[in-house]
């Protein structure tokens, strides 16, 4: 398996614009999530999902967020308009579930790194 | 709610010097507890873990030990290569099976000189 595959690696684009992160998960995890990191907070999670269900998308900071899981093996994150605030690096993970996420942890993309201007 | 809080950084140390990260963490019940390591331009990877109290994960010279008492989960290695050079993480998940997002430290940033 490619591993968790994220595109773009980079976007750069002007606030209010459109953007769409995608995420292949690893065929046979159960579970998938997003986060964002930031110098000043960190990992943060924003959403996940489990069977293609979002189960908690507590972490999502507001309306313009959005996240889908259309099948096992895509999800994309949305933000519209996009503001300057949302610059970061946006990780998409998988794993398996049960105890197969904790012997086997969770598998991390590479990332998008998202600028907005 | 859950935390986790590590030491802050740069850590910056010599080659086959000895290393200790700092970990604390704030949950309820029983979680299990991880380490994971992020290279340059690349994602997270599991470096160990730890599932219950006293248990000590240990992976490519690196060891934490699960201590309740304390509510710690401090990063050790004995001999610390340049390659070691790298963010690491701290993280609970507070489930326990790691099904429900895991709760990460801010990361300390490790600097390996030769």
């Not at chain 2, 740069?10 to 979680?31: D, H, K, M, Q, R």
């Not at chain 2, 690196?62 to 304390?70: D, G, L, Q, V």
Request: contains cysteine.
């Amino acid at each position: 398996d490619a591993g968790v595959i994220q595109s773009p690696r980079h976007e750069v684009t002007e606030m209010g614009q459109e953007v769409t992160l995608r995420c292949k998960p690893i065929s046979g995890h159960d579970y998938l999530f997003w986060y964002r990191q930031t110098m000043m907070r960190g990992l943060e999670l924003l959403i996940y999902f489990n069977n293609n269900v979002p189960i908690d998308d507590s972490g999502m900071p507001e309306d313009r967020f959005s996240a889908k899981m259309p099948n096992a093996s895509f999800s994309t994150l949305k933000i519209q308009p996009s503001e300057p605030r949302d610059s970061a690096v946006y990780f998409c993970a998988s794993s398996p579930g049960g105890a197969g996420s904790v012997v086997y942890g969770y598998t991390f993309g590479s990332g998008t790194r998202l600028t907005v201007v | 709610g859950d935390s986790v809080t590590q030491m802050e950084g740069p850590v910056t140390l010599s080659e086959e010097a000895f290393l200790t990260i700092n970990c604390t963490y704030t949950a309820t019940g029983y979680p299990s507890l991880f380490w994971y390591v992020q290279y340059p331009g690349e994602g997270l990877q599991l470096l160990l873990k730890a599932t219950k109290a006293d248990d000590k994960g240990s992976n490519k010279g690196f060891e934490a030990t699960y201590r309740k008492e304390t509510t710690s989960f401090h990063l050790e290695k004995g001999s610390v290569q340049v390659s070691d050079s790298a963010v690491y993480f701290c993280a609970l998940s507070a489930s326990g099976g790691g099904a429900d997002g895991l709760t990460f430290g801010k990361g300390t940033h490790l600097i390996i000189q030769p």
